[in-house]
């Protein structure tokens, strides 16, 4: 091969590897720039049922039994996060410190308010707190959680429920429940805890009005 040949194979294998070596320059100049994600959370909250449904127990849907549907509840922009609210003041928020969810607080509270309903009808009703249908509810839940986080001027946990309850007639009935919990340290475990503990009481309480 002679030497102009060789320079002219030169040249057209630095213009084919160009493209491929100035991407990976751009990569190479971006991980410096950017993250694709920080360190996990140490732990993630969620909510627990204080009071359970017997292990092993079960209810078959019959004529004669209720079915009480807790359907998918309403929220505002604040909680469709992952992250747990911080009323600052009454036109500021913000979302605590290594505070996250496992889900959405929606779905959470709706999973507490079924295993209360479960646990409170002691399987004279068949409970449902999914979106699969099996049966005709003939009473059904729904609502809007309003609240479910800190207030930071007061140290306490508040959660709020607007809850909507029809019968298999048509008929609906609407209550607000709240509860909330004081002394509580702006600590993601400290408020964890006690929104588990108003989030139960809460659930508890609109059990009691949904099988009255």
């Known amino acids: 091969m002679t030497r102009t040949a060789q320079m002219n194979l030169a040249r057209r294998t630095v ?14 100049g971006l991980a410096g720039c950017i993250s694709l ?3 996990p959370p140490e732990s993630l909250l969620t909510l627990s049922p204080t009071t359970r449904a017997p292990v092993g127990s079960g209810v078959a849907a019959g ?37 996250f969810w496992v889900e959405k607080p929606a779905r959470l509270f709706r999973s507490l308010l079924g ?10 009703a068949l409970v449902l707190d999914s979106d699969e249908t099996v049966a005709p509810a003939t009473t059904s839940l ?4 309003i609240d479910m986080g800190y207030d930071a001027s007061a140290s306490a946990v508040v959660v709020r ?29 400290a408020v964890g805890a006690a929104i588990n503990r108003a989030a139960n009481t809460v659930a508890g309480e609109v059990a009691d009005w949904v099988v009255e």
């Open 115 to 124: 295993e209360t309903l479960r646990a409170k009808s002691g399987g004279s």
């Open 161 to 189: 429920f607007d809850a909507i309850r029809k019968d298999s007639e048509g008929r609906a009935i609407t209550r607000r429940f709240e509860a909330r919990e004081s002394g509580i340290p702006a600590e993601a475990r």
């Open 15 to 28: 213009r084919a590897a160009a493209p491929a070596l100035m991407a990976l320059g751009l990569a190479m």
């Open 63 to 99: 004529p004669d039994r209720a079915v009480i549907t807790v359907l998918a509840l309403d929220t505002p922009a604040k909680l469709d996060v992952l992250r747990v609210p911080v009323q600052v003041s009454a036109t500021e928020l913000a979302y605590l410190q290594e505070a």
């Open 142 to 145: 729904r609502g809007t959680l």
């Open 37 to 39: 994600g920080g360190p």
